[in-house]
């Protein structure tokens, strides 16, 4: 049983082998039928300058068989191309909603338009015998990949990238289906304390590099959640409050004060002389260590935009 979605569009060959059109209408559709499609020697009709891998713009929805599962698409305003939806849950969780949902906005005509003009979704050929066939996550995972390799060039976009595992030079991450390389060393503006922690977190990363694999071609994504926080430390730094107390996680001691981050982002130094006393008695024991807790005002902001310390209340001095 099918869903007509727009009854103004049937299928382009369904249209030229339509006998109530008027014949002037018919011929001009196989003409441009013909310049499309290709009629193979084994009776296959396969689409002119569409090939298996191709990307092609979504620019309407035409129809849905409940029967069969098949989505009628139309891209690049003229090529049709099939989905089957049964196979696409990976794209309707990074769209987040549900085949049903999906499917309830595409037979509805209001909400099919208001989807389609507020997401551009793309098509991944997969194959163009008999009829063409397409995947919505393959599409999504492509754009986004080229969209990457754009980054590269104009770094300018953040992603949220889910930490699903680690190795020993960094953790593995997922933004939206696509796998990439997160190095330890661009996980966190500061020391990270613990590795084992961030795993199942999310991080906000850019793009950082993409590193290819001369043996066999293939490439992963490099992405730096330090990176990102460089990016956004300038608007970051505006909104700091000097007067406010601060609780910032200990990060690090040497000998002349203390390393501690604030807010996932900043890293604040707090020299021996702008501790309190108390701290002061513990610094001089030893007992200060890396991930307590610690507390503490903004003295001032450097030109690189790490944080200088203090305990003192000006009011004491």
């Known amino acids: ?35 499309t499609f290709v009629l193979n020697a084994d009776g296959k009709v396969t689409p002119k300058d569409v090939n298996v ?19 009628l698409v139309l891209c690049n305003n003229f090529i049709d191309v099939y989905i089957k939806l049964s196979k696409e849950n990976a794209f309707f969780n990074v769209v987040g909603i ?26 991944y050929i997969e194959s163009n015998k008999y009829d063409v066939r397409g995947s919505l996550t393959k599409g999504f995972q492509n754009a986004l990949i080229k969209e990457f390799f754009n980054q590269l060039k104009n770094p300018s976009v953040a992603y949220t990238a889910k930490i699903v595992g680690k190795n020993k030079g960094g953790y593995i991450v997922d933004i939206m289906g696509v796998n990439a390389f997160m190095p330890g060393g661009l996980a966190s503006a500061n020391k990270i304390l613990d590795f084992d922690s961030l795993v199942g977190t999310e991080k906000n990363v850019m793009i950082e590099n993409y590193v290819r694999n001369d043996d066999d071609g ?6 730096s959640n330090k ?8 608007d970051e730094v505006k909104k700091l409050d000097l007067t406010k107390e601060y609780v910032g996680i200990v990060t690090g001691v040497n000998d002349n004060g203390i390393f501690v981050e604030i807010d996932d982002i900043f890293t604040g130094y707090l020299y021996y ?22 507390i503490v005002n903004i003295q001032c902001v450097n030109k690189n935009y790490n944080l200088v310390l203090t305990q003192i209340n000006k009011n004491d001095i």
């Open 1 to 35: 049983m099918g869903v007509k979605i727009n009854n103004s569009k049937q299928s382009r060959r369904d249209k030229i082998i339509t006998k109530d059109y008027p014949i002037e209408y018919i011929e001009e559709m196989k003409a441009l039928y013909e310049k």
């Open 53 to 71: 891998g191709d990307l092609l713009l979504l620019t309407d929805i035409e129809s849905y068989n409940k029967d069969t599962d098949d989505l």
């Open 98 to 123: 549900t085949k049903e949902d999906f499917i309830n906005i595409i037979t509805n005509d209001e909400s099919r338009k208001y989807f389609l003009s507020n997401n551009k979704i793309y098509v």
């Open 218 to 223: 293939s490439g992963i994504f490099v992405v």
């Open 227 to 234: 990176k990102y926080i460089q990016h956004i430390l300038p």
């Open 273 to 294: 002389a702008n501790m309190s006393n108390d701290t002061k008695i513990d610094f001089n024991k030893k007992n200060i260590k890396s991930g307590d807790t610690i």
